[in-house]
């Protein structure tokens, strides 16, 4: 049974930062896409970081281009969310998720590829 494991997320000022953890566990290998998404009440779910755990090609969205980073651990099984210069706007629920295992190709920067989800982490920023 694939398992996500979100940590990381809390309270922080304009500008601070945050990391955010998720390790997947329950392939047999890894998945081939791990993800990060986030939806603020009455809002849209929104993709905003993605990355191929085989290439290792990462893309992050326009909102958060410059500020927030995805990278892989030494593992490949988990991967971090680097959120600098935090903005009111990002507070919102953080939800991990992560594609099937790495045999099968995803499109990483689809929704549609990622069927396991953890159960999301709270991001509150203060102004």
């Known amino acids: 049974q694939v398992d996500l494991v979100e940590s990381g997320g809390g309270s922080a000022q304009a500008g601070g930062s945050l990391r955010l953890s998720c390790a997947a566990s329950g392939y047999y290998d890894r998945p081939y896409c791990m993800g990060w998404f986030r939806q603020a009440p009455g809002k849209e779910r929104e993709r905003i970081a993605a990355?191929?755990?085989?290439?290792?090609?990462?893309r992050t969205a326009d909102s958060v281009k410059g500020r927030f980073t995805i990278v892989q651990d030494s593992t490949q099984s988990t991967v971090y969310l680097q959120m600098n210069d935090l903005k009111p706007e990002d507070a919102a629920m953080y939800y991990c998720a992560a594609s099937g295992g790495i045999s099968t190709f995803y499109n990483c920067w689809a929704d549609r590829s990622y069927s396991n989800w953890g159960q999301g982490t709270q991001v509150t920023v203060s102004s």
């Open positions: 990355i191929n755990t085989r290439t290792l090609n990462a």
